[in-house]
């Protein structure tokens, strides 16, 4: 077990995801036994995955319990418009580490967990019709969260904890020389790349009024990062050499420093789990998440770069409206223990998507979705669990007509996506 978690720590970093599978960029694929009750278990939540889920349940788990584990997602969008387009689709693992350690005669457990509750991705053609908007997007981020749990009783437990998020970004695009020097010349390629790290904060409850009732309560903190990079814009035309000759640069790409600031938004996620029967458990989640602090996308360049005649290549600052609004989502799972050893899970959730049709772009072309999952955990051991699990996520089709990327390309259309998730976690627990 411990060679386990020390693998899945050394590849969190190198796998850290670049696809958001939730509405915006936010992910949900932080466990497997979760991931079958679509992840409705803040209140029910009974192994160390409650680190992330819901860190005040560490107290109601064995005095030392672990897991490691991953999701494998696979996703693509399709575009509809004046051309047939599919983002390029590939599969990508979402790694996940938990450690809890419960001083049971003091009330008390500490956690420590290592997973990505953000990231997102798209990667459209070099030569489609919106690439002077966009190519390739990435957002990866990984998450050290340590949580302390104290237990008040039999009936309540409160928990909190640090949060210490690492990001890196990726953000590029094609660059529209042809419009500039007015003639046909290769387009060039822009490349932003920069990185950053922030601390945040979580908190939360568990209450639980009888024997069969859990009432979860759990909240994650915005994560304000500032991120700083490069810039490089490459394959300049001859008509803008002198330019850059201007400038000591002898080739034909042109770098400068960049900066940028993303406030990641605060979660609260509020649940009841009840049990029905020896065997059945059900559960209802309402999940926030405050994507308003997602208002826009701003990028600082150190070297402008301005022509003679007064137009600006590049920008000391470059902004994006984005404007988006925050969003509720309800989910609701089951699990079923089937005999002694295996349990059974299924789930559903409705994630609305926070993004507005007239700043939406196919960096992130979000709308509503649906996610169905099923689950089954089996118990190897008296103390060695294996938790095995599937989701299918199915977005609606948004109809997109704005003004993003004009005057040199249109992004209007048809937007759909669609995700397979698959995982699997080995936990240990006494």
């Known amino acids: 077990m411990k060679k386990i978690i020390v693998t899945a720590l050394a590849l969190s970093l190198a796998l850290a995801p670049t696809l958001g599978w939730a ?60 051309y047939s387009l599919r983002s390029a689709n590939e599969t990508f693992a979402i790694p996940h580490v938990y450690v809890v350690k419960n001083f049971k005669e003091k009330g008390m457990a500490l956690g420590l967990g290592l997973f990505s509750n953000f990231g997102t991705g798209t990667n459209w053609p070099m030569n489609g019709p919106f690439r002077y908007e966009a190519t390739l997007t990435e957002l990866r981020t990984s998450t050290l969260n340590v949580n302390l749990a104290k237990k008040f009783g039999d009936k309540f437990s409160v928990a909190v904890g640090v949060d210490y998020m690492n990001s890196d970004v990726r953000y590029d695009s094609m660059y529209p020389f042809g419009a500039i020097v007015g ?10 790349k920069a990185d950053g790290a922030a601390f945040g904060y979580n908190a939360a409850l568990l209450i639980k009024p009888n024997s069969k009732i859990k009432i979860g309560l759990s909240y994650r903190s915005r994560i304000k990062t500032k991120f700083t990079g490069d810039i490089a814009i490459n394959n300049f035309p001859g008509a803008l050499s002198p330019l850059l000759a201007a400038r000591g640069i002898a080739g034909d790409d042109y770098k400068s420093s960049a900066s940028m600031e993303l406030d990641y938004p605060d979660m609260l996620q509020l649940g009841i789990a009840v049990q029905v029967s020896d065997r059945l458990a059900v559960e209802i989640d309402v999940d926030y998440t405050g994507w308003s602090s997602y208002d826009q996308l701003e990028f600082k360049f150190a070297k402008p770069l301005v022509t003679p005649g007064g137009s ?40 609305p998507s926070p993004i507005p049709g ?13 996610l169905v999952s099923v689950g089954i955990g089996v118990k190897a051991t008296d103390n060695f669990t ?45």
């Open 23 to 82: 509405a915006g960029f936010r992910l949900q694929e932080t466990g497997n036994a979760a991931q079958g009750q679509a992840h409705a278990v803040v209140a029910g939540v009974t192994d160390a995955s409650s680190v992330y889920y819901n860190p005040a349940a560490m107290t109601e788990i064995g005095t030392y319990a672990a897991q490691a584990g991953f999701q494998f997602v696979d996703s693509n969008t399709q575009y509809e418009g004046p």
């Open 183 to 192: 003639s046909s010349v290769p387009d060039g390629i822009t490349n932003i």
């Open 312 to 351: 600006a290549l590049l920008p000391s600052t470059s902004v994006t409206k984005t404007d988006w609004g925050n969003t509720v989502a309800v989910k609701i799972g089951a699990n079923y223990k089937y005999n002694g050893r295996t349990t059974l899970r299924v789930g559903f959730y409705n994630d």
């Open 358 to 370: 007239d700043t939406l772009t196919p960096r992130l072309p979000g709308a509503d979705r649906k």
């Open 386 to 430: 294996i938790d095995v699990a599937y989701a299918r996520l199915v977005s609606d089709t948004r109809n997109v007509d704005n003004s993003v990327g004009a005057p040199f390309s249109s992004v209007n259309g048809e937007y759909k996506s669609s995700t397979n998730i698959f995982g699997a976690t080995v936990g240990y627990q006494f």
